[in-house]
């Protein structure tokens, strides 16, 4: 079967940098993606690695590694409007995706 | 603004009622999305069409039915509304279905069923 699992809640300071993680069991790979999703608002598309390594854009980037079914969302320079949700989804061998639970980010001044 | 209009944005319905979530897209996108979206859980996919004319069911279809007549448009109908339908219904859509499938959301329609 396919899981993903990420913590529930974390908890950072303002001008820190916090490192979300986000692991997966999936018998089909086609790729990971992080979303994040502001309180009652639309999902909006982050980053998607396909390869191993780090991906960079800016203040985020976020890294996979298939051999450990392992992926991380890395912000630096946080800032209080980063307190959002983070979603992990993962693109099983169907292309269809499937989404972890979210992490909830509270960044505290 | 290109995007993903979505209607209603909240809705009360008595349980029994038939209701249809509309979900419109400018993007000339080929795919398109219903995911809901409950507390503590991630996003389920209810159904989804690949291009105009094809549907597909998702993870949670039962309950729920799709058409898409045309390219910009997929409504979402419950035909008669249960109390553990009330959540979050996103409509979504991306360019196609293959690997770099970048989604693009409509703000959501709250629908509380009692």
């Known amino acids: 079967g396919q899981n993903i699992d990420q913590p529930t809640e974390m908890t950072a300071t303002e001008g820190a940098i916090v490192q979300i993680n986000c692991t997966y069991q999936?018998?089909?790979?086609?790729?990971l993606f992080w979303y994040q999703q502001h309180a009652g608002e639309a999902p909006t598309f982050l980053s998607y690695?396909?390869l191993d390594g780090l991906e960079e854009k800016g203040r985020f980037s976020s890294f996979l590694s298939r051999s450990k079914g392992y992926s991380y969302l890395l912000l630096k320079e946080l800032q209080m409007k980063d307190s959002a949700s983070y979603l992990c989804a993962l693109m099983d061998s169907n292309y269809q995706l499937i989404w972890g639970a979210g992490t909830k980010l509270i960044i505290k001044p | 603004i290109a995007g993903i209009t979505q209607a209603p944005t909240s809705q009360i319905l008595a349980a029994g009622r038939r209701m249809t979530l509309r979900c419109t897209q400018d993007?000339?996108?080929?795919?398109m999305y219903w995911y809901r979206q409950d507390l503590g859980l991630g996003l389920r996919l209810i159904h989804y069409?690949?291009?105009?004319?094809?549907?597909g069911k998702g993870e949670v279809p039962d309950g729920y039915s799709v058409s898409r007549a045309n390219t910009d448009d997929f409504p979402l109908t419950l035909a008669s509304a249960v109390p553990s339908q009330t959540s979050v219904y996103f409509c979504?859509?991306?360019?196609?279905?293959?690997?770099?499938?970048?989604?693009?959301f409509g703000a959501g329609s709250r629908l509380t069923v009692l």
């Open positions: 993007m000339r996108h080929n795919a």
């Open positions: 999936t018998s089909g790979f086609n790729g």
């Open positions: 069409s690949n291009t105009a004319g094809t549907t």
């Open positions: 979504a859509s991306s360019a196609d279905n293959s690997g770099a499938n970048v989604l693009t």
């Open positions: 690695n396909v």
